[in-house]
Nanobody, 126 residues
């Protein structure tokens, strides 16, 4: 089993920044794919950013390209999501997810992930 714990959410004004953290524990050697997803009530969970553990490739939703950055610190078993120039439409519950391996075509698909954190709320006011 793998446990994921997110932190770093909060309330900011438009144009502000937040950094989300996701700490993984448990059988983490099995994890190769990790991603950040977000969801608002009444809508499907959507992929925001993803990467491969130990790899260089990163993936982003078009809506966050140039504003968000996903990174990893393997020594701390942590994946980060740096969010800059936040917009009100970024308001959502943000979730961290992990999976043993997903091909690039699936790494941004929420339905493919087996492990999920509890989520952290991000609220951006105009």
């Amino acid at each position: 089993q793998v446990q994921l714990v997110e932190s770093g959410g909060g309330s900011v004004q438009a144009g502000g920044s937040l950094r989300l953290s996701c700490v993984a524990s448990g059988y983490i050697t099995s994890i190769k794919s990790m991603g950040w997803f977000r969801q608002v009530p009444g809508k499907e969970r959507e992929g925001v950013a993803a990467l491969y553990i130990g790899g260089r490739s990163t993936y982003y939703a078009d809506s966050v390209k140039g504003r968000f950055n996903i990174s990893q610190d393997n020594a701390k078993n942590t994946v980060y999501l740096q969010m800059n120039n936040l917009k009100p439409e970024d308001t959502a519950m943000y979730y961290c997810a992990a999976d043993p391996y997903l091909p690039p075509i699936a790494i941004m698909s929420a339905r493919e992930y087996n492990y999920w954190g509890q989520g952290t709320q991000v609220t951006v006011s105009s």
